[in-house]
């Protein structure tokens, strides 16, 4: 697909584009994107290699990969939201991108599903709300007179995370498994190192995911989110020794090729923008 369609050319010229203003060369966008795999994955490995062991709160309700299966829908959530909240639409193309997308996901991740009804409704709830976080993180960033920076949002938001977070520790009983992980052989200083050094990762991940969410738009992220689950799958069968049949294989694979069709119609999207408005501009 060298070059959209001249129909749909026209149609994306008129189509508004997430944090439009002060758009980022193509290199500040690898940059955050990169920036954004990198801690990411980071961050994820590293809890697994380090705190896998420790209590996952929904590991008896659904199984992971139905878990995975239904957070690849994220971005279908982040369009509603866009569409509902903010009359924001995207290109038939764009649409089209997101099916290798999502079903590549779904072919990587396949194997045991199982789920109970409360995990099913919990697991919808997390993907609905981590879509609604994303394109309202872009908006506050971007879409309103008032506009915030990442660290002035992390500023707000982290106390009152950081409070829902000790709580449902508590009611879970995860405090009950840090003290066991704290005892010997690990010991207590160890693991507060542990647990120090995860949360600077997180922080990391949220302050690059911000800025990035900025300057590339919810939508992106979103799928970013899903490409990151495949190179997630990818590392676990370089360091942790996952095997992969040849549906998980072509998952990757066609996730892999959805996803550069999405840059692709994106870029292709903005390079029509522009010129039309340059065109405008001429007039």
Not at 108 to 133: C, E, H, I, N, P
Not at 248 to 261: S, Y
């Amino acid at each position: 697909m060298s070059k959209l369609p001249s129909n749909i050319d026209l149609k994306a010229a008129h189509l508004p584009i997430e944090g439009a203003s002060n758009r980022p060369s193509n290199t500040q966008q690898f940059l955050y994107l990169s920036l954004y795999f990198l801690i990411s994955l980071g961050l994820t490995l590293y809890n697994k290699s380090v705190l896998g062991h420790t209590l996952h709160s929904t590991s008896h309700l659904v199984t992971i990969p139905f878990h995975q299966v239904i957070r690849a829908l994220t971005p279908i959530f982040a369009i509603g939201f866009n569409l509902i909240l903010f009359n924001h639409s995207y290109s038939g193309w764009t649409y089209l991108s997101l099916i290798p997308i999502i079903a590549g996901v779904g072919l990587a991740t396949y194997g045991d599903y199982y789920f109970t009804t409360l995990g099913l409704l919990l697991t919808l709830l997390g993907s609905v709300l981590a879509a609604l976080k994303t394109v309202l993180t872009n908006r506050l960033q971007t879409g309103f007179s008032t506009r915030l920076s990442a660290l002035e949002i992390l500023h707000h938001m982290s106390p009152l995370a950081c409070a829902q977070s000790i709580l449902y520790a508590y009611l879970s009983g995860e405090v009950n498994a840090i003290r066991e992980m704290s005892a010997p052989p690990m010991g207590r200083m160890n693991y507060s190192l542990v647990l120090i050094f995860n949360a600077m990762l997180a922080f990391a991940l949220n302050y690059v995911s911000f800025t990035a969410n900025k300057k590339m738009g919810a939508l992106t992220m979103t799928v970013a989110a899903n490409v990151k689950q495949i190179f997630t799958i990818v590392l676990s069968v370089l360091f942790f020794h996952l095997k992969v049949g040849a549906a998980n294989a072509g998952g990757i694979v066609l996730t892999l090729l959805g996803g550069a069709m999405y840059a692709k119609v994106e870029h292709e999207i903005r390079s029509v923008k522009r010129k039309v408005g340059a065109k405008e501009s001429a007039v």
